[in-house]
């Protein structure tokens, strides 16, 4: 074989798998909006319009913040928690319930050691 056919297999060989590449990150991209699709599908019917619509106006501000609430209605939804759909003032509650419980879990103490080494050190007498 010459060089020149080597080349050429190699080039068909490379867009081959580029088409590869290519459909696997499309299938990966579908596989995503499906998820996407059936979450959206459960928070439907999980919530009311209004409180769907409090969720959106969340998601728009803050996108992880909205995504752990709805991972946390739909683990309610599973769990049979919940048995009526969730109104907005229901909502409301929740997402207090959920501030309460990271305010206690992000609270930072500041312990700081005394005798070891103090400002009075840095000044000798000689």
């Given at each position: 074989?010459?060089?020149?056919?080597?080349?050429?297999?190699?080039?068909?060989?490379?867009?081959?798998?580029?088409?590869?590449?290519?459909?696997?990150?499309?299938?990966?991209?579908?596989?995503?909006?499906q998820e996407d699709?059936?979450?959206?599908?459960?928070?439907?019917?999980?919530?009311?319009?209004?409180?769907?619509?409090?969720?959106?106006?969340?998601?728009?501000?803050?996108?992880?913040?909205?995504?752990?609430?709805?991972?946390?209605?739909?683990?309610?939804a599973r769990s049979?928690?919940?048995?009526?759909?969730?109104?907005?003032?229901?909502?409301?509650?929740?997402?207090?319930?959920?501030?309460?419980?990271?305010?206690?879990?992000?609270?930072?103490?500041?312990s700081r050691r005394?005798?070891?080494?103090?400002?009075?050190?840095?000044?000798?007498?000689?």
């Open positions: 074989m010459d060089d020149d056919d080597l080349q050429k297999i190699r080039q068909a060989r490379l867009q081959e798998l580029a088409q590869q590449g290519g459909q696997q990150s499309q299938g990966g991209d579908n596989k995503k909006q699709e059936a979450r959206k599908s459960v928070i439907s019917q999980i919530l009311t319009p209004e409180a769907a619509d409090r969720l959106g106006r969340i998601s728009m501000v803050k996108e992880s913040r909205a995504r752990d609430l709805e991972n946390r209605l739909i683990m309610m049979n928690q919940i048995r009526q759909r969730i109104t907005d003032e229901e909502l409301v509650k929740l997402i207090n319930m959920l501030d309460e419980q990271k305010a206690d879990e992000s609270k930072i103490v500041f005394k005798g070891v080494f103090d400002e009075d050190d840095d000044f000798y007498d000689m």
